[in-house]
């Protein structure tokens, strides 16, 4: 239920942004005819060129997985096992120079990333669901093509809040919620680097990122605990 609520929510966010980029085009439209610049040309339907925005923004939607974990001083903390889980979301980017394919992209996702441990013989697993905002600066790279190739090397900081989740023990068969004030749960705000490389062709998209979780996600003050995930997604740009 947790799940379906958040990907609703993502998606009502996706009609608001879509408004808002017809506005921002709009606007950024009327202000380079007064300055008496050429008129951006968008690209025709079903090619997209990060290099004739001029100004412009464009929105996206991701689909794709986390390989996640948590690395901790903790020895009951320490994930030594990777966890799979889902990342979806959409984005917005605009362009930042007008002689420079460099871009800010940002979003709304909802991604689950924890990790799996086996600790005084017993198997965990920690289920860490986050609603996640990235900022993130793109160098977009043309490569001549005639199917409008780039390569857009990112980085930027990602803020994280936790909707849900649990940790479960297998060997007791138990289950608690996996944020909270106890010393064995997680604290639920996070904040981090992504760093990665994305793929464009024409309107389509992929990339892979590797997310450094850099706040203390553990109640312990000694033994600091921080999130860690390879992420590979698709989409597409409009």
Not at 126 to 152: C, R
Request: with cysteine; aromatic share 16%; hydrophobic share 35%.
């Amino acid at each position: 239920m947790k799940r379906i609520f958040c990907l609703l929510t993502i998606a009502l966010t996706s009609f608001i942004l879509l408004g808002s980029e017809q506005v921002a085009f709009s606007q950024g439209r009327v202000y380079m005819y007064d300055q008496g610049r050429n008129k951006p040309q968008r690209p025709a339907p079903g090619r997209f060129d990060y290099n004739n925005l001029q100004y412009g923004t464009y929105l996206g939607f991701r689909m794709g997985f986390n390989a996640a974990w948590v690395n901790s001083e903790s020895s009951y903390m320490d994930a030594n096992e990777s966890k799979l889980g889902l990342n979806a979301g959409i984005v917005m980017g605009t362009q930042l120079a007008a002689n420079a394919p460099v871009f800010l992209e940002s979003g709304l996702f909802y991604t689950e990333k924890g990790g799996k441990s086996d600790y005084g013989g017993k198997h965990f697993t920690y289920d860490l669901n986050f609603l996640e905002i990235p900022f993130t600066f793109k160098y977009a790279i043309g490569i001549p093509s005639n199917i409008g190739l780039s390569i857009q090397p990112f980085l930027g900081p990602y803020f994280a809040v936790g909707v849900g989740g649990h940790v479960k023990n297998f060997g007791e068969r138990t289950a608690y919620s996996s944020f909270g004030d106890d010393e064995k749960k997680f604290k639920r705000f996070d904040a981090g680097l992504k760093i990665g490389c994305g793929l464009g062709i024409s309107m389509f998209y992929t990339e892979l990122s590797y997310n450094v979780g850099l706040r203390n996600i553990g109640h312990d003050l000694f033994d600091e605990t921080h999130s860690r995930a390879f992420t590979v997604t698709v989409g597409m740009n409009f």
